[in-house]
């Protein structure tokens, strides 16, 4: 099983990001998916994730700017992240949790059962 977080790069504040994560080795349309950040010296942040039977849900740090998407036909996930902030400043991870957990529980890391490599988001000022 992989996932592999990608598109991160340099970003002039208030621009935008897409990332991507693409998922193998088994099949992930219906577990939950989700989207981590992390930032120098911190812990691992949730951002938000995306559930297959209710859709998306958000950190207050990203509603309003970040949408989270899903292609189950191609176990693919995009986090489209708008108005970027030097706060944003993180290496991102796509994040997923094995079926039996329902997607009960979505925003501790420790819930997550997957994990990509991360990918670097640097928002300069």
């Known amino acids: 099983v992989q996932l592999q977080a990608s598109g991160g790069g340099l970003v002039q504040e208030g621009g935008s990001l897409t990332l991507f994560c693409a998922a193998s080795?088994?099949?992930?349309?219906?577990?939950?998916m989700a989207w981590f950040r992390q930032a120098p010296g911190k812990e691992r942040e949730f951002v938000g994730s995306?559930?297959?039977?209710?859709?998306?849900y958000y950190a207050d740090s990203a509603k309003g700017r970040f949408a989270i998407s899903r292609d189950n036909a191609k176990n693919t996930m995009n986090l489209q992240m708008n108005s970027l902030k030097p706060e944003d400043t993180a290496v991102y991870y796509c994040?997923?949790?094995?079926?039996?957990?329902?997607?009960?529980?979505?925003?501790?890391?420790?819930?997550?059962?997957?994990w990509g490599k991360g990918t670097l988001v640097t928002v300069s000022s």
């Open positions: 995306h559930n297959w039977n209710s859709g998306p």
């Open positions: 994040a997923a949790q094995k079926p039996s957990r329902l997607g009960l529980s979505h925003s501790s890391p420790f819930e997550y059962d997957y």
């Open positions: 080795g088994r099949d992930f349309s219906r577990s939950l």
